[in-house]
């Protein structure tokens, strides 16, 4: 949990909660960590917490939360909407939100067409009405400071054997041509993604939602749902892209924990992963 202790996380839930259902409110509570950035607490099927992990959230987790309550409600899955505005205690926010049904589908599956409507409804969000509420491309690794971070602090962080072509990897991403921008969920897997029944029931985590192109999302869902479903759902030229940016993922993991001051050893293991990740590619 960061430098939160129990605590302080349950009096921010307690504080989160204030205002929903004696049912709510005697939940049983289950800490579930999800995000870089967050610990989402469950309370026993009525709603959920998401508690910023990093002090001074309090702004970007309002920013995010409206976001959420902006996506139109015909979107065709759930999304978690608010049940109580942002609070702050000591440093530290949380918001109380609806509860998604279902669980997210094990690594490599899913449904090829299930994918492809996920990724058409995400693409079609408006972002003109959203501008203000949308974060910079890349901004899990960056933002538009990603290019100099990855070189300056990421590279020689890395194994000499592998620098090539992670150095490859971080041009490509670079040169990457501009194509049609949408908006993009920017983390479209994975936890993300919950499913009942063989149906997406609904799309967690909006932190990292741009204006992008498609490759965005669908390099996510690759990852996850397995790269050989893309040829299914998308056209070659959007599955090249996503590639280009499914090859900078640990990278950007990297960044992330570089950027947040993370402790050493969680520096390290995402080394490691970078390192052996390059390892294994042949490109």
Same mark, same amino acid.
């Given at each position: 949990?960061?430098?939160?202790?129990?605590?302080?996380? @349950?009096?921010?839930?307690?504080?989160?909660?204030?205002?929903?259902?004696?049912?709510?409110?005697?939940?049983?509570?289950?800490?579930?960590?999800?995000?870089?950035?967050?610990?989402?607490?469950?309370?026993?099927?009525?709603?959920?917490?998401?508690?910023?992990?990093?002090?001074?959230?309090?702004?970007?987790?309002?920013?995010?939360?409206?976001?959420?309550?902006?996506?139109?409600?015909?979107?065709?899955? @759930?999304?978690?909407?608010?049940?109580?505005?942002?609070?702050?205690?000591?440093?530290?926010?949380?918001?109380?939100?609806?509860?998604?049904?279902?669980?997210?589908?094990?690594?490599?599956?899913?449904?090829?067409?299930?994918?492809?409507?996920?990724?058409? @409804?995400?693409?079609?969000?408006?972002?003109?009405?959203?501008?203000?509420?949308?974060?910079?491309?890349?901004?899990?690794?960056?933002?538009?400071?990603?290019?100099?971070?990855?070189?300056?602090?990421?590279?020689?962080?890395?194994? @000499?054997?592998?620098?090539?072509?992670?150095?490859?990897?971080?041009?490509?991403?670079?040169?990457?041509?501009?194509?049609?921008?949408?908006?993009?969920?920017?983390?479209?897997?994975?936890?993300?993604?919950?499913?009942?029944?063989?149906?997406?029931?609904?799309?967690?985590?909006?932190?990292?939602?741009?204006?992008?192109?498609?490759?965005?999302?669908?390099?996510?869902?690759?990852?996850?749902?397995?790269?050989?479903?893309?040829?299914?759902?998308?056209?070659?030229?959007?599955?090249?892209?996503?590639?280009?940016?499914?090859?900078?993922?640990?990278?950007?993991?990297?960044?992330?924990?570089?950027?947040?001051?993370?402790?050493?050893?969680?520096?390290?293991?995402?080394?490691?992963?970078?390192?052996?990740?390059?390892?294994?590619?042949?490109?």
């Amino acid at each position: 949990m960061g430098s939160m202790g129990n605590g302080i996380l @349950q009096s921010v839930v307690d504080l989160a909660i204030e205002g929903l259902s004696p049912a709510a409110q005697a939940a049983q509570r289950r800490v579930v960590e999800i995000g870089s950035a967050h610990i989402v607490v469950l309370l026993d099927g009525t709603a959920a917490v998401r508690v910023g992990r990093d002090p001074n959230m309090a702004v970007e987790m309002r920013k995010r939360q409206e976001l959420v309550d902006s996506i139109p409600a015909s979107i065709g899955f @759930q999304v978690p909407r608010s049940l109580g505005p942002v609070v702050e205690l000591e440093e530290f926010s949380a918001v109380a939100t609806e509860l998604i049904p279902g669980a997210p589908c094990p690594a490599g599956e899913g449904e090829p067409s299930a994918l492809q409507d996920l990724l058409a @409804q995400v693409s079609s969000i408006a972002t003109e009405p959203i501008t203000g509420l949308l974060t910079e491309p890349l901004a899990f690794c960056g933002g538009p400071q990603w290019y100099r971070i990855q070189h300056e602090e990421v590279l020689p962080l890395l194994d @000499q054997d592998v620098q090539r072509q992670a150095t490859d990897a971080i041009l490509a991403l670079a040169n990457l041509e501009p194509a049609k921008e949408v908006f993009a969920h920017g983390d479209l897997g994975g936890h993300n993604v919950f499913w009942e029944g063989g149906r997406i029931s609904g799309v967690l985590d909006w932190d990292l939602s741009s204006r992008s192109d498609r490759s965005t999302d669908l390099a996510c869902v690759g990852v996850w749902n397995g790269w050989e479903k893309l040829p299914l759902i998308a056209n070659p030229s959007e599955v090249r892209r996503a590639s280009v940016r499914r090859n900078t993922f640990r990278l950007q993991q990297l960044a992330f924990a570089i950027i947040h001051a993370r402790p050493a050893a969680e520096i390290d293991r995402a080394v490691l992963r970078v390192n052996a990740w390059f390892e294994k590619q042949s490109f």
